[in-house]
């Protein structure tokens, strides 16, 4: 059974802060790579950032660096995404997803598996 369920959404102003959820299933953990999307109105879904749980290892897209910080609690299955300094352009859909991996990390193009979870809306003003 695969199982993804964001939460921690909400609307915060410019320069604030929100810290999202993801509960994954045991099945959706295994896969070893876990990610966060994002989709605004109108554009596509894009990858935001990742983590290759076995080792820690984060991956960050360019308009995210230093900004968020994706971390994992292996014990409760559960990745999260810290979003500080948040921008209005940060605002959309957020996604949970298990991604392909490589055996040493994140597999390039960030892949998802094709698990994913419900969302959980994002809005900065």
């Known amino acids: 059974h695969v199982q993804l369920v964001e939460s921690g959404g909400g609307s915060a102003q410019a320069g604030g802060s929100l810290r999202l959820s993801c509960d994954a299933s045991a099945v959706a953990a295994s896969s070893g790579c876990m990610g966060w999307f994002r989709q605004a109105p109108g554009k596509e879904r894009e990858g935001v950032a990742a983590i290759y749980t076995p080792a820690g290892t984060t991956y960050y897209a360019d308009s995210v660096k230093g900004r968020f910080t994706v971390s994992q609690d292996n014990a409760k299955n559960t990745v999260y995404l810290q979003m500080n300094g948040l921008k209005p352009e940060d605002s959309g859909m957020y996604y949970c997803?298990?991604?392909?991996?490589?055996?040493?990390?994140?597999?390039?193009?960030?892949?998802?598996?094709?698990?994913w979870g419900q969302g959980t809306q994002v809005t900065v003003s």
């Open positions: 997803a298990a991604l392909v991996c490589d055996g040493v990390g994140l597999a390039p193009g960030w892949l998802p598996l094709g698990f």
